[in-house]
């Protein structure tokens, strides 16, 4: 029988806010030391950051009831462990990478050519090089060394352990260049790309769902010493349940620039987190190394709805008769925001982020953003319409 059913203790379960996160409670989360031999497939452990061999960890593989460990041990890891693990040499064959690093070199400099991609959710716009779904552009552009790429066995295995079969793979590069500022600290997709209004509008149990809807991966395309600036993590951090408000705070933040951790990687190392763990991108401190990685977000199977729907023509449609039911009285403004709910699309992604990248946020706009604001300015129903249109092609592939 639960004895903290008192209304206002309820509402503090249930609703988690930024000036409740304790940096006491995170630190008693975060300041631990990984024990190896809780760990008995991994080789090293680094700053706390597990390393495992990855031609070891695939023969360890070789039996159902091995592979079973194995899954098992790495899915604990990013729970409740130190929740990152770097994985050497998982390309045994490296002119895999290189090729790929070749394709990633002409999608650049061609974005170069015509002023498009680029852009950061957590750095500043020229600090780096974006390439957007990297994962489709890699396709198209070369389909046997893309079945090379993603046919690796590393990837498999880390993705099936943290979100099961039938997972949904993304990528997008990030080439960051001599004198590219470091990342600021930062939570990943999906709570991590929204401001604390909108997170404290989730209840507890979402901001413990979020982490375990995706996973986070990187491939090293080159040598990255330290002074490259691979990225910045905080273990354990993922532990901690309000994490996604706690970083709006300084004292956080602060926190985060004094403890964290950085690891050296090599050419076709494969570097996985849990989605929540805090972590920057480094600055690259280097003359010469352009530091380039693809990195891989893996999401769960179960991360979409039922049933297809046609938002844009449902809201085309809806848009004149909320007009006038608004006009007549008919619906208040709450019922008109419920109705619209309802019917758009409330959530930017996903979306083709070269022709729709978040501008003044972490995310684009959305269609029920749009329908809003097409009420509040009296828009036609035309004018909507092919805002609307407009909006649903910049989603696009």
């Not at 993603?150 to 080439?175: D, H």
């Not at 950085?262 to 690259?284: I, M, S, Y």
Request: hydrophobic share 40%; net charge negative; with cysteine.
């Amino acid at each position: 029988m639960k004895t903290d059913n008192h209304p206002r203790q309820r509402v503090g379960r249930v609703w988690l806010t930024e000036d409740s996160c304790d940096i006491e409670a995170f630190r008693a989360e975060v300041e631990r030391h990984t024990n190896l031999a809780e760990y008995p497939h991994a080789v090293d452990c680094q700053k706390n950051i597990l390393i495992y061999d990855s031609a070891g960890l695939i023969a360890d593989c070789a039996t159902g009831e091995g592979r079973r460990a194995v899954l098992a041990e790495i899915c604990d890891l990013l729970a409740e462990g130190p929740g990152v693990a770097v994985f050497k040499r998982a390309f045994a064959d490296l002119r895999v990478i290189d090729e790929a690093s070749r394709i990633f070199d002409e999608i650049i400099e061609e974005q170069r050519r015509t002023d498009s991609g680029g852009g950061d959710h957590f750095a500043k716009p020229g600090a780096n090089d974006r390439i957007w779904n990297s994962l489709e552009k890699h396709c198209l552009h070369s389909a046997e060394n893309f079945a090379a790429y993603y046919g690796n066995p590393i990837i498999a295995l880390v993705s099936e352990a943290w979100l099961g079969p039938n997972y949904q793979m993304t990528a997008q590069v990030n080439r960051v260049n001599p004198g590219g500022a470091a990342q600021s600290a930062h939570r990943d997709y999906h709570l991590g790309f929204q401001s604390s209004a909108i997170i404290e509008r989730y209840p507890a149990h979402v901001h413990k769902l979020s982490p375990v809807l995706t996973l986070q991966g990187a491939v090293a395309h080159c040598d990255m010493p330290i002074e490259s600036g691979p990225t910045l993590f905080l273990p354990y951090s993922q532990t901690y349940v309000p994490g996604y408000l706690a970083l709006k705070r300084a004292e956080f933040r602060d926190y985060f620039e004094q403890h964290h951790v950085q690891l050296p990687l090599e050419k076709g190392d494969l570097v996985f987190f849990n989605p929540a763990l805090f972590h920057a991108a480094g600055t690259n401190r280097s003359t010469d190394i352009k530091r380039v990685a693809n990195l891989l977000q893996v999401s769960s199977a179960f991360g979409r709805a039922m049933e297809t729907v046609d938002r844009e023509r449902m809201s085309t449609v809806l848009y004149p008769a909320l007009k006038a039911l608004a006009a007549r009285g008919t619906l208040s403004t709450g019922e008109i925001a419920n109705a619209i709910a309802a019917c758009a699309e409330g959530y930017s992604f996903p979306t083709n982020l070269d022709r729709d990248p978040p501008i003044g946020g972490l995310a684009p706009k959305t269609q029920a953003q749009l329908m809003h604001e097409a009420l509040a300015a009296d828009w036609s129903s035309e004018a909507f319409a092919q805002a609307l249109a407009e909006q649903a092609v910049k989603k696009r592939s």
